[in-house]
Every structure is written in C-alpha cells, then in structure tokens.
C-alpha cells in the first residue's frame, strides 16, 4: 500500500520561529490534507491540497505532486501551534476521503 | 451546526462486553468513516459509509460492525471487546466528492481491561 513518511518526527521550536514539516508519499495522489491535533486530543482540518499552494494565516502548505512531497510552513510559530502535525492521502479516485495517514510530527512551542 | 458529535468521550469495558459508539453529523454530509488511533501507529480507517444504506471496511475492520441506516448517524459496534481494542476512536465526516476536507469529531476513548 501507499507509504506516507512525516519529517521530522519531533520538532522543539522557540515562540517567533518559522519551521518546515515534509510529507513524502509513494505514489501519486489525488487527495492530500493536512491536520492538527492539539494537546487535547482535537484534530483540526487545516489544508486539501492536493497540488499547488495555500495560505492561511500564518500556515502555508505546498504540494509537488509529480515529485511526492507536501511542506507545510509554520511562520512567527506561537505556543498554541504545539501538537501534532499529520499529514493524510487518498490513493483512489472513487467517492469518500479514504485518507491513509502519516505517522505525524510533534511540535512543542516553547515561550 | 454542532458538526460531529461523538459519545460517550471515555468508557471502560471489561474483555468480552460489547459496546457502541455513537456518531452523528448534522452538515448533511454523505461520507462518514471511523478511525483508531494508537501510539505508534498513527490514525487507521476501521470502516467507512458513503451513503446511508451502503458500508465498506477500511484497513483494521476485524472485530468491529457498522450500519448506516440514514444519513446522519453512524455507530461503531464492538460485540465482545478485547484488550487490544483500547485506543481513541475518532468518527470522520465530509462530502462524498473528490476534493472535500475532512472533518473529525473529539474522539471516544476507549479502555478495555
């Protein structure tokens, strides 16, 4: 099945810094999102992009599709930030989110 | 909209007791999916619906049973629970189309002794 690969695994940042988390997957896609779950267990949809780039805020995320990877940038990072980051896909263009998820990156902010 | 809603947030169940837990959605969304998450292991899909009347099995399906009889709800059954099903258990919604998020509920945690 499709292999999808989270880098770092664990990320200490202080308040202010920027950061990158990749996402690197096996095959192509046609569905790629990216979540964040709080401390409190709270995962939260953040992006579907399945190729191209997007902004919310202080997060961006970029997908090359032709090349595997997905980057999701954490700009002026803040201590709510701190959870884990996951990255999902979907393999198949049949209807539903039949995501398959990475094994996540933890993030701390520190103040 | 309340979104998806999960119950009951905790439980704990003794090994061969059954369970169900409960998941509705009210953003009339077609698609709806149960995960487990355990340490190490990520998230796994258990089952999934893309419309009421109509089920699948996802990745970790042993051991678990779902119906769909209308468009908002959509329990996980566990008919004599083992230890090996103590984790989090989250219920996923979206539109059944190609391009839609996903949405998830908090989560029931679940510990069987």
């Known amino acids: 099945g499709i292999q999808v690969e989270q880098s770092p695994p664990d990320l200490i940042l202080q308040e202010g810094a920027n950061s990158t988390l990749r996402c690197n997957f096996s095959?192509?896609?046609?569905?790629l999102q990216w979540f964040h779950q709080n401390p409190w267990g709270q995962l939260i949809n953040l992006f579907y992009?399945?190729?191209g780039t997007k902004q919310n805020g202080r997060l961006s995320a970029t997908t090359v599709a032709t090349e595997r990877y997905s980057l999701l940038y954490i700009s002026s990072s803040q201590t709510t930030d701190s959870g884990v980051y996951f990255c999902a896909v979907d393999l198949t263009r049949a209807a539903g989110n039949k995501l398959t998820f990475g094994g996540g990156t933890r993030v701390l902010v520190k103040p | 909209n309340a979104g998806v809603t999960q119950t009951p947030k905790f439980h704990i169940l003794k090994t061969g007791q059954s369970m169900t837990l409960q998941c509705a959605q009210d953003m009339n969304h077609g698609y709806l999916s149960w995960y487990r998450q355990d340490p190490g292991m990520g998230l796994r899909r258990i089952h999934y619906?893309?419309?009421?009347?109509?089920?699948d099995k996802g990745e970790v399906p042993d051991g678990y049973n779902v119906s769909r009889s209308n468009t908002e709800d959509f329990p996980l059954r566990l008919e004599s629970a083992a230890p090996s099903q103590t984790s989090v258990y989250f219920c996923?919604?979206?539109?059944?189309?190609?391009?839609?998020?996903?949405?998830f509920g908090s989560g029931t945690q679940l510990s069987v002794l």
């Open positions: 992009i399945p190729s």
């Open positions: 095959d192509s896609v046609n569905n």
């Open positions: 996923a919604s979206s539109y059944p189309g190609h391009n839609e998020k996903l949405f």
């Open positions: 619906s893309v419309a009421a009347g109509i089920t």
